[in-house]
């Protein structure tokens, strides 16, 4: 079993926290507000902060957005933050009852919010979040209960403001808001090798398989482009890698198993109920089909061992007729413009359905008021301010005058041009946000980007290309929501067999793919041994969460 750093770190914290936080030189200790009750004492104006901060930035004493909010709420803030070490500094500070005002951009999880909670670190958030105290994320929380959902804990406590950035196809004005992460993998074939051969874009995989054992017979890396002899990679990708992997082929045999941050191979189901894909049929059918590609040298031999350089490398150099990426340009290089997307293939029965994805998670990590605070209340109106959309625009990129220099005709800010900012401040537009960005519980929206700010060229013309092309051969958008909350033993459940549970999986796929598919006796002892790596378990855990989830909603 493998338990978390922090996981160890939390638990050894909790079993000393109320004898260290008496015995050690901390904050005088004041009186606790009622539960669910909001602290009414506001005559604390200083306020020191712990947390983190990019390696490129140069400190928050001197924000310019900042310094504006802390003057307009009448308070000062001591900013003690780091990009080494925070982690340590963190616990040695709770240990050593050492409590700042509050922990910012941290990057708690849910189960160090519910244990610093529970034992009395951190103040529940719950009753500040009123028209009172905090209206512009009480107005957010009323639209969006999803957020609401995300950010409390099992015991119905907020302990910490919600984060997150949610960059969708609302924020270039579609209809329906997919985000960008919907479809991490987008497959592209080389149009011009099609052509000179007379092939149409495959709209199967029997048809792929076609037009791969053409590219391959013909050698068109070389006799199109001129390479070595030899050097042509009918298709190229990683194995279960995010935005490049195998896996949006799998979709010609009813899902396509992204890698994910809940669990490898987890969908739900249009019924409530949530399964793992990876001990169905339709699984073993799949990887026993994709041996026969790789046996036959149609998939790149090294997809198993290659990283991200050597697979754009090759892609770049027109050695390969297929591959995935999140774009076509940034893969394909020069050789871009003889590439077209390759279409959501059907398999041998007719099957097509990809298993859609929810964006970034939102999470409250970001920012939790101690015990230590006189007056939450004036501090939460400072932070109140940051679900404003212009202010964290700003936070998350820099100051108007300097990141985002002009508004387009819609009244948008738009941000600086690269050759700009290398102009008037010698750096990229990108090491330019670095400098400026502020960590904290930043929520962006997606209509911000229709109302606020100018969403990224290169973001607009992926979540095009989502909305315009990929999401019609969608037929289900019923997905996992990635915001569940767990308990502290559900935390543990999947501490203690979701990494066994994941390994088995993969390893055993690249088996099938690599040495041929599973035998009747081979495949009744790969689902006994998802059994004995917890797979009922985990499911109980994912489905009581999102059961949870969905009535709170």
């Known amino acids: 079993m493998k338990t978390s750093f922090k996981r160890i770190t939390a638990l050894a914290l909790t079993a000393g926290m109320a004898a260290s936080l008496c ?46 909010m802390q003057q307009d709420n009448g308070i000062s803030i001591k900013w003690d933050c780091m990009s080494d070490s925070l982690s340590e500094q963190v616990n040695v500070r709770i240990a050593g009852g050492q ?20 034992d009395g670190t951190f103040i529940d958030l719950t009753p500040y979040l009123t028209e009172e105290y905090m209206p512009n994320l009480t107005k957010i929380l009323e639209e969006h209960p999803e957020i609401r959902a995300a950010i409390t804990m099992d015991d119905g406590c907020i302990y910490g403001l919600p984060s997150g950035e949610q960059m969708g196809t609302a924020g270039i004005g579609k209809e329906e808001d997919y985000s960008i992460f919907t479809i991490p993998q987008f497959s592209m074939i080389n149009k011009a090798w099609l052509d000179e051969l007379g092939l149409p874009v495959p709209t199967t995989l029997d048809e792929l398989h076609t037009a791969l054992q053409a590219f391959k017979d013909n050698d068109m890396s070389a006799t199109y482009y001129g390479n070595p002899a030899g050097s042509t990679i009918p298709m190229s990708t990683g194995f279960d890698e995010w935005c490049w992997g195998q896996n949006i082929f799998y979709a010609g045999f009813g899902y396509t198993n992204w890698p994910n941050d809940v669990c490898n191979d987890l969908v739900l189901n249009k019924d409530g109920t949530v399964n793992f894909v ?24 090294e997809m198993f061992s290659q990283d991200t350089t050597q697979y754009m490398s090759k892609c770049s150099q027109g050695y390969v007729g297929v591959a995935t990426w999140w774009y076509i340009e940034e893969l394909m290089g020069d050789y871009s413009k003889d590439y077209v997307f390759l279409p959501v293939l059907t398999g041998p029965d007719g099957t097509s359905n990809v298993t859609v994805r929810t964006g970034g998670a939102i999470n409250s990590g970001n920012l939790s008021v101690t015990s230590a605070c006189e007056s939450p209340a004036n501090l939460l109106k400072f932070f109140d301010q940051w679900y404003a959309p212009e202010t964290v625009m ?105 990494v066994e549970f994941e390994n088995a999986v993969s390893e055993q796929e690249a088996l099938w793919i690599k040495e041929g598919g599973p035998s009747d006796a081979d495949w009744e002892a790969y689902k006994s041994k998802l059994q004995s790596c917890g797979a009922d378990k985990l499911l109980e855990v994912y489905q009581n969460a999102y059961n949870r989830y969905a009535a709170g909603k």
């Not at 030189?25 to 902060?49: L, W």
């Not at 990057?107 to 610093?116: A, E, H, S």
């Not at 102009?423 to 946000?433: P, R, T, V």
């Not at 019923?478 to 767990?486: A, L, Q, R, S």
């Open 99 to 118: 409590l700042p005002d509050a922990f910012m951009g941290v990057g708690f999880n849910n189960y160090d919010l519910t244990t610093y909670g529970e």
């Open 394 to 498: 700003q936070l998350q990129y820099g100051p108007i005058g300097t990141y985002f220099t002009e508004q387009d005709a819609d009244g948008r800010w738009l941000s600086i041009t690269d050759e700009q900012s290398r102009e008037q401040y010698g750096k990229s537009a990108g090491e330019l946000k670095g400098q400026y960005e502020v960590y904290g519980p930043k929520l962006i929206l997606s209509d911000y980007y229709n109302t606020t700010f100018k969403m990224e060229d290169r973001a607009i013309e992926r979540l095009t290309d989502l909305y315009d092309f990929w999401m019609p051969y969608v037929k289900d958008t019923t997905t996992y929501p990635v915001d569940c909350v767990f308990t502290a033993e559900e935390l543990d459940t999947i501490d203690m067999y979701r």
């Open 23 to 68: 015995a050690c030189g901390g904050k005088p200790s004041t009186p606790k507000a009622e539960p669910g009750v909001a602290n009414t004492n506001t005559d604390q104006t200083n306020f020191e902060i712990v947390g983190g901060i990019s390696a490129l930035s140069g400190g928050y004493d001197n924000n310019e957005v900042l310094d504006k």
């Open 278 to 301: 990876s001990d169905d049929d339709n699984y073993r059918a799949a990887v026993t089909y994709f041996h026969d590609w790789f046996a036959e040298g149609l998939m790149d031999q």
